[in-house]
């Protein structure tokens, strides 16, 4: 069967673990704001153009999720298992709880799963996957508060360091693709804990710095690889790193007024 949302607001209040479980059929979302935990084994979930509050777990393990334009906060468990399809659409999630995400070989790459853009606004918890695991965000990555705490996180688009984010530990942050990209840290935020930052990009593209670039904070000692592409250091945009490994298609570019630390 089919449920349609509409403009209504959906809450799942029976007990503290009260999700919508859907084995087939279609829910189709609508702009309305829907609270609870999703957990979909089968059939097609069509999140439309609605904001998705998921303070239990958020679970798609067969069937289809299809993000549309929705916004998906989510604060506990996050999987997308190997059976099972997400559409990233053009929405956004949210990561602002304690919980760990999970992405179980998703069919789509091995390991790997893509969304369009990514909040990370998680207070005193870091964002944690699996060590062989990735993140792909093909839109605006935010790194609010909170950090990275293992697996890789890749940036096909821009980044944006707010001044509560503390990196987490044995984190990877990957800016890949082959459009141009900023990141963009106006405060200067340390990137303490990130094990590596890299920049495998197309030939001629370019990751544009603009505030800073802090991977070596006290005790933490972060690295820079540059595989493919350009790093280009913009004026004050000081360079603080471990050591720094620069490929033959590799290429680092800095403004006069640059400290390369």
Do not use: W, Y
């Not at 979909?40 to 509050?53: C, L, M, R, T």
């Not at 239990?56 to 190997?82: D, E, M, P, Q």
């Not at 990141?183 to 590596?196: A, D, E, H, Q, S």
Request: net charge negative; charged share 10%; aromatic share 6%.
């Amino acid at each position: 069967g089919t449920i349609d949302q509409g403009n209504t607001d959906f809450l799942l209040f029976t007990n503290t673990d009260s999700s919508i479980l859907q084995s087939g059929g279609t829910f189709i979302g609508g702009s309305g704001t829907f609270t609870g935990g999703i957990e979909i084994s089968g059939g097609a979930f069509d999140a439309g153009s609605g904001v998705f509050d998921c303070n239990i777990a958020f679970s798609v393990t067969g069937g289809t999720f299809n993000a549309g334009s929705s916004t998906l906060r989510t604060s506990a468990v996050f999987t997308v298992a190997s059976n099972a399809t997400f559409t990233p659409g053009t929405g956004k999630i949210i990561f602002d709880g304690s919980g760990s995400t999970t992405i179980l070989n998703p069919s789509s790459s091995p390991n790997s799963l893509t969304v369009n853009d990514v909040q990370i606004d998680r207070g005193g918890f870091p964002l944690s996957l699996q060590a062989s695991q990735k993140l792909v965000v093909a839109g605006t990555l935010e790194l609010t508060s909170g950090g990275i705490s293992t697996g890789t996180v890749e940036a096909l688009g821009n980044v944006v360091v707010g001044n509560s984010f503390v990196a987490g530990a044995n984190g990877k942050l990957r800016f890949a693709g082959n459009a141009h990209q900023t990141f963009i840290n106006p405060l200067n935020v340390g990137l303490n804990g990130l094990v590596t930052l890299t920049v495998d990009k197309g030939v001629g593209s370019t990751v544009a710095v603009d505030g800073g670039l802090a991977l070596s904070v006290g005790v933490f000692q972060g690295d820079l690889l540059i595989t493919s592409g350009t790093l280009f250091l913009n004026n004050n945009a000081n360079l603080t790193t471990g050591s720094i490994n620069i490929a033959a298609n590799g290429k680092m570019v800095n403004e006069s007024a640059t400290s390369i630390l």
